[in-house]
């Protein structure tokens, strides 16, 4: 019988499976960018995203639903920069083409990382891209939905909102 000692998120509710595959594909994503950042948080119940710049795909095959990375300006032209090899100074069509890759990245590391677990997916959308503040995602009812919170290193940065990306992950197995 496993206790909580044998898994430290056993009372959180969190499904570590789901939670290692986003972990393990932001860490890959990010080395790619030539960047760096920790995870600070979790989350099974939706809440507002902080960022202002998010990447959004469909996901199918044994699961329904999406997956969607959240993310501060400064964190996006740091880190598309850092996959271009150049400097961004201000939110572009370039930084904005770049954030819909790295939600392409993002989500084929967790693709990658359900595969051949009860939460595989074999298909995913193009990604689209929304930016700006306030808006809303209804999520249905009965969705398995775990959100990972990551603070971005950069040094530049003084304010936490302008450091932090956000992975959420929401599925519905069919």
Request: net charge negative.
């Amino acid at each position: 019988m496993a206790t909580v000692a044998d898994d430290p998120f056993a009372s959180l509710g969190l499904d570590t499976t789901i939670l290692k595959a986003i972990v393990d594909a932001v860490d890959d994503c990010l080395t790619m960018c030539d960047a760096n950042a920790k995870c600070v948080g979790t989350s099974t119940v939706p809440m507002a995203d902080p960022g202002t710049v998010t990447g959004m795909i469909g996901i199918h095959g044994n699961v329904s639903g999406f997956i969607t990375v959240n993310m501060a300006e400064k964190v996006a032209m740091s880190a598309v920069g850092g996959l271009l090899q150049d400097q961004f100074t201000q939110l572009d069509a370039q930084v904005i083409d770049g954030v819909g890759e790295m939600t392409n990245i993002i989500s084929g590391g967790i693709k990658n990382g359900l595969a051949g677990t009860h939460w595989q997916f074999s298909h995913v959308t193009v990604p689209s891209v929304i930016v700006g503040r306030n808006y809303q995602i209804a999520y249905a009812k009965g969705l398995e939905f775990l959100a990972v919170t990551f603070e971005h290193d950069n040094v530049e940065t003084f304010l936490l909102d302008d450091r932090l990306l956000k992975v959420a992950v929401s599925m519905l197995r069919l």
